[in-house]
């Protein structure tokens, strides 16, 4: 069974900082991989979808990276701003899961401090 | 319209109420999800329609019932619901893909779900 870890839970930086955001999953058998962003009360806000045999999306100041093989995603945030403050989450597509394959990591709560 | 809509965006029903959650898609999309999401919990999923077709149930209480009558269209019935059932409930939709899998994922913005 899939199982998707996001570490860290919570993290807070002053603006202008650049980060990374960690998701580990133990199935390397996998389609995509997708981050999503979440503000309070809101829905999940696609950010970057990276299929099983890219190594790298980008959008904007956001870089994902995908290595499948240690099962490892890395969300990169250029150049933070107070607007960033969410929750980031990842969500892994397995390799036989179908329509119900998405396991979701319980996300990291980020906080940029102006 | 693009995007997936819900509606309500908000509801407060008593445990002996019936209510319906709807969710509307304007991308094309060929697979509809309904997620439960509770505080400190992860996202979970409750179901899913692929072409209109029941393909998952998470051993999900017979008190919510789904219903998908086209592939735009999904609702989630509520009857006599407890109080631990407060939550956001978010619907999603995506194409699935030859080789199996899914797609980008598209939520919409969630209906907020208090039981008294």
């Known amino acids: 069974k899939q199982e998707v870890t996001q570490i860290p839970a919570a993290l807070s930086v002053p603006e202008g900082e650049n980060l990374v955001l960690n998701c580990s999953f133990t199935?390397?058998?996998?389609?995509?991989l997708q981050w999503f962003r979440q503000d309070p009360g809101k829905g999940l806000t696609s950010l970057l979808l990276?299929?099983?045999?890219?190594r790298e999306q980008t959008s904007g100041r956001l870089n994902a990276s995908l290595d499948k093989s240690s099962g490892r995603s890395t969300l990169y945030i250029a150049a933070s701003q107070p607007g960033d403050s969410a929750t980031y989450l990842c969500?892994?597509?397995?390799?036989?899961?179908?329509?119900?394959?998405?396991?979701f990591g319980k996300g990291t709560h980020l906080i940029i401090q102006p | 319209e693009t995007g997936v809509t819900q509606t309500p965006r908000h509801l407060v029903m008593g445990m002996t109420n019936k209510k319906s959650l709807k969710c509307e898609q304007h991308?094309?999309?060929?697979?509809m999800y309904w997620y439960k999401q509770s505080a400190k919990k992860p996202l979970e999923l409750m179901f899913v329609?692929?072409?209109?077709?029941?393909?998952e149930n998470n051993s999900v209480p017979s008190r919510f019932s789904p219903e998908c009558p086209n592939s735009s269209h999904l609702f989630l019935h509520l009857h006599t619901l407890q109080p631990e059932d407060s939550a956001l409930y978010l619907c999603?939709?995506?194409?699935?893909?030859?080789?199996?899998?899914?797609?980008?994922?598209?939520f919409g913005e969630g209906s907020r779900l208090t039981v008294l």
């Open positions: 999603a939709s995506s194409q699935l893909t030859s080789g199996g899998g899914t797609g980008e994922l598209f």
């Open positions: 199935d390397s058998a996998i389609y995509n």
């Open positions: 990276i299929q099983s045999s890219q």
């Open positions: 969500a892994v597509n397995t390799v036989g899961g179908g329509a119900d394959g998405l396991t």
């Open positions: 991308l094309g999309h060929n697979a």
């Open positions: 329609y692929n072409f209109k077709e029941q393909t």
